[in-house]
Structure formats: structure tokens, C-alpha cells
């Protein structure tokens, strides 16, 4: 079956600019989570859904990023007035459910310039 | 805060040789992964281990856990040219206080030279 998919795979866009991150999971997957992952380092983890609601942001670095999953499926990362530093590519995995393993999508390379 | 170190980070070797990567992690934890990394590709999962003395193994890799030293290795036997990647090993607390989402370590980037 079709695994994660995101798009776009790249997008760079000007330092200021809004961002948008979709993530499409793997069909009845319940959870979904967001991880950035920068040059030479492990993925972080940002944020955590099941279902529809978010159960864990703790990983968002400040209130410029949000994410939003409206129907249980499709999410969405959204970054404001965006800095160089959150040039990175950012993951997205789900999982059938949270005790289950994560399947990690291709992932969305982002640059800020 | 869970803390996950893997050592070493950088491993240089010649195929055929056998070496092991270690991955130690800083509480109690439900379950351990390895996930491969190809230059600028995804993560792949290789293997879940949950519970102590655990073992698993795929060709030329097997994973072991132990939950009492907070300790997993990565065993590489006989390696070959393919295995050339970058390995993580990630912690999930099911439940528990902070994150819930995978704790990666740094990951070991493995070049193995004929």
C-alpha cells in the first residue's frame, strides 16, 4: 500500500514568509507526528496527533509553528514569519496506533533564505 | 529528559569486518528502534525491540536490548559496501511524562570501504 507521503519536497521561501507542510498518512493510521531534522543530527520530535486533536506539541520551538490535522487524516505544519534557522527538513511519520511503529514519510526540505 | 547517546558517530570500516554500534538512553523506556538513513532519503525502520534481551536480527544486522544497563547494540557481521549509511536508534515512552514522540540519538555514520 502507499506509504507517508509530503509535499512539496523542497520549498524555499523568503526569511518573513508563511509556510505550509502537508503530511498525507498511511491509510488508518491514527497518529501522526512531525520531527525536524537538521543537518548531521537525529529527527526532533514537534508535535503529536491522534485522531484529530493534538495530544503532545511540546516539540514546537515557539508559537510561530502550529499543525492542524481537521479530519483525523491529512495534517498540515504551518510556520509564520519564518527565520534561517528553521531551514531543515521536516518529517512527518505515522503509526497505526501510538504503541505501534512509526513510518517516516520522504520528508519536506525546507530554506529559508 | 530522556537522553539518547549513540557512539560511535562516525565509523569508518573495511568490508568484511565485523563492528557494533552501541545506543544508551537515560530512563526506563518501552521500546527501542533502529532506523536506517540513506543520504538525503527517509528514515527506514529495521527493528523494534520491547523487552529486555531482546534480539533480532536481518542479515547481516542483529539488535539486542538490555533494559537494565539502558543499553542496545547494533551488530554489523561481515559488513559489505550496501550497508553504508547513517543508523539511529530512537526511544518511545509510552505514556510517560514529556515527549511523545521518538527520542533519536545523533546517529552513527557508517561508511564501509572495499
Known amino acids: 500500500g502507499a506509504g507517508v507521503s509530503q509535499t512539496p519536497s523542497n520549498k524555499v521561501t523568503e526569511k518573513g514568509k508563511y509556510v505550509e507542510l502537508r503530511c498525507d498518512p498511511i491509510s488508518g493510521h491514527t497518529a501522526l507526528y512531525w520531527y525536524r531534522q537538521s543537518l548531521g543530527q537525529g529527527p526532533e520530535f514537534l508535535i503529536y496527533?491522534?485522531?484529530?486533536?493534538?495530544?503532545?506539541d511540546s516539540g514546537l520551538p515557539n508559537d510561530r509553528f502550529f499543525a492542524v490535522r481537521p479530519e483525523g487524516s491529512v495534517s498540515t505544519l504551518k510556520i509564520q514569519r519564518t527565520e534561517r534557522g528553521d531551514s531543515a527538513v521536516y518529517l512527518c511519520?505515522?503509526?497505526?496506533?501510538?504503541?505501534?511503529?512509526?513510518?517516516f514519510g520522504p520528508g519536506t526540505r525546507l530554506t529559508v533564505l | 529528559e530522556l537522553k539518547v547517546e549513540q557512539n560511535p558517530l562516525f565509523l569508518s570500516m573495511q568490508e568484511g569486518k565485523n563492528y557494533t554500534i552501541y545506543c544508551n538512553y537515560s530512563?526506563?523506556?518501552?521500546?527501542l528502534y533502529w532506523y536506517r538513513q540513506d543520504p538525503g532519503k527517509s528514515l527506514e525502520s529495521l527493528f523494534v525491540l520491547l523487552s529486555n534481551g531482546a534480539v533480532k536480527q536481518e542479515g547481516r544486522l542483529m539488535a539486542s536490548l538490555d533494559t537494565k544497563a539502558r543499553l542496545s547494540t547494533l551488530h554489523i557481521t561481515a559488513a559489505v559496501h550496501d550497508l553504508s549509511a547513517t543508523y539511529f536508534c530512537?526511544?518511545?515512552?509510552?505514556?510517560?511524562?514529556?515527549?511523545?514522540?521518538?527520542?533519536f540519538g545523533k546517529g552513527t555514520h557508517l561508511i564501509i570501504q572495499p
Open positions: 511519520a505515522s503509526s497505526l496506533t501510538p504503541e505501534t511503529p512509526q513510518y
Open positions: 496527533f491522534q485522531g484529530t486533536g493534538a495530544a503532545d
Open positions: 530512537a526511544v518511545f515512552i509510552v505514556g510517560g511524562g514529556g515527549a511523545d514522540g521518538l527520542t
Open positions: 530512563t526506563t523506556s518501552d521500546r
